[in-house]
């Protein structure tokens, strides 16, 4: 699996995970679990084994850091539901989520989503 870094990343970033582009389809709805609302579908920009970062999201402006969102990620082979917590907006349309309380079996999935991804480039 190859990593692709973003170009702006420094050598002073602080990631504990390499991030991976998005380039083939993959989707994630998103709800709000304070609220139990759903937020819309949006599309990954980059995953990592730690989080994904979200753009093209309508209610992206309206996501705050801190916010704790369900996620369930879409590819065309399988799906993964998972819980993040917003921890930066980069735009008015990305923001990135840390997952959280994964499980040893959602850390696998995740690491096969990833690898599907890049082998289809």
Not at 9 to 35: C, G, N, W
Not at 70 to 88: A, E, F, I, N, P
Request: proline content about 5%.
């Amino acid at each position: 699996m190859t990593t692709s870094e973003s170009p702006d990343v420094q050598p002073h970033d602080r990631r504990k995970y390499p991030r991976y582009y998005v380039f083939s389809r993959l989707m994630v709805a998103i709800e709000d679990e304070t609220l139990r609302e759903s937020i819309g579908i949006g599309e990954p920009g980059d995953i990592s084994f730690g989080g994904l970062r979200v753009k093209n999201l309508p209610a992206g402006p309206h996501v705050k850091v801190g916010d704790k969102l369900g996620l369930l990620l879409l590819d065309q082979d399988d799906s993964l539901s998972l819980r993040g917590d917003v921890v930066h907006h980069g735009t008015l349309d990305t923001f990135g989520i840390e997952f959280r309380e994964l499980t040893t079996s959602q850390q696998k999935a995740v690491e096969e989503m990833i690898g599907r991804l890049h082998s289809r480039l």
